[in-house]
């Protein structure tokens, strides 16, 4: 075969190959019944279970927000997730979900809509449990065991991102971390579940689930700044337990506390910069009217030690204060530098009586 004949064949073929590549695009649109390839991976068994197990305890929330003026009407909405919590209509979600609300809708996985009252909220958790008619219909979930979570293990997390026409989506990933320590505006310090399955606005209040189709925990907040991916929150199970169960028993919960917004630490590395009589400690600004005020907390003060517990972090003063009851008053070791001056540190010990 000479060279010209051998270029015409491979011509012919090439024709030919492309001519069935059009001829199937076109059969496909022609036929739209016939099944798709896909070539994206498919969910493993274990998540589809769980999304079919799970999604029909998870609601979408939808805020309504009245405007200032008459006939204004409502003014904005926004959107959120919740979790079935019984039968008697009872709902997890976050507080930011549902917080300073002029009416609340549910909508059910049946597309069916019930309005909604607050029973409870607790802004430093983030929590709320709010109530919709119950019925036999409902279906609660099953919470787990958030204490037994171990890294790198598999979790789902079920919300309504971007709302409800994206109700019930469903994404997988792993926990990539415990203990997570994030702060509120209040200064109080949390440890929080992270998760690399994909959390978008909408899906706060919703389920991250494990593979045994139980919630390990209400996802609350995502890292959304530029350059951060799969990096998403979520509120433990059993914190959430315990705020759900003050919460149906009282409407609040029941914490003692110290009355302290809380500014900053205090490092061993800092604390020798600036000359200090201390090592460690927790600064910290009293509310007015509050336990610290009235025990003569100044802004600033510096408390290094609750009782007989040494207090280096946020956390560890804040866990030291729930640890106690409310109405206790507890021996407060503290270091007062007037006017900032460290040449004039006081170092003292106030007795405060913890309040609700």
Known sequence: MNRERAKGVLAFFALFLIGLAVYGVFDAALAPSKPMVQEEPQPTEGVSKVAAQVSPSVVGITSFKRGQRVFDGYDSESTGSGVILDKKGHIVTNNHVVANADQLIVTLVDGEEREARIVGTDSPTDLAVIKIKGDDDLLPA?????????????????????????????????????????????????????????????????????????????????????????????????????????????????SPILGVRIVGEISP????????????????????????????????????????????????????????????????????LPQGNSAQAQVKTVKVKLTE
């Open 142 to 254: 099953e919470f787990g065991d958030s204490d037994k979570l171990v890294v790198g293990q598999e979790v789902v997390a079920i919300g309504n991102p971007l709302g409800l026409s994206f109700a019930r989506s469903v994404t997988a990933g792993i926990v990539s971390g415990l203990n997570r320590l994030l702060s509120t505006e209040e200064g109080f310090a949390y440890r929080l579940i992270q998760t690399d399955a994909a959390i978008n606005p909408g899906n706060s209040g919703g389920a991250l689930v494990n593979l045994e189709g139980q919630i390990i925990g209400i996802n609350s907040a995502k890292i959304a700044a530029e350059g951060f991916e799969g990096m998403g929150f979520a509120i433990p199970a059993n914190q959430v337990k315990m705020v759900t169960d003050d919460l149906l028993r009282h409407g609040k919960v029941q």
């Open 269 to 336: 590395e800092k604390a020798k910069y600036h000359r200090l009589p201390i090592h460690h400690g927790v600064v910290v600004e009293p509310k007015r009217g509050g336990p610290a005020d009235k025990a003569g907390l100044k802004p600033f003060d510096i408390i290094t030690r609750i009782d007989n517990q040494d207090v280096t972090t946020s956390l560890e003063l804040q866990e030291a204060i729930f640890s106690k009851r409310i109405g206790q008053v507890v021996k407060v070791r503290l270091m007062h």
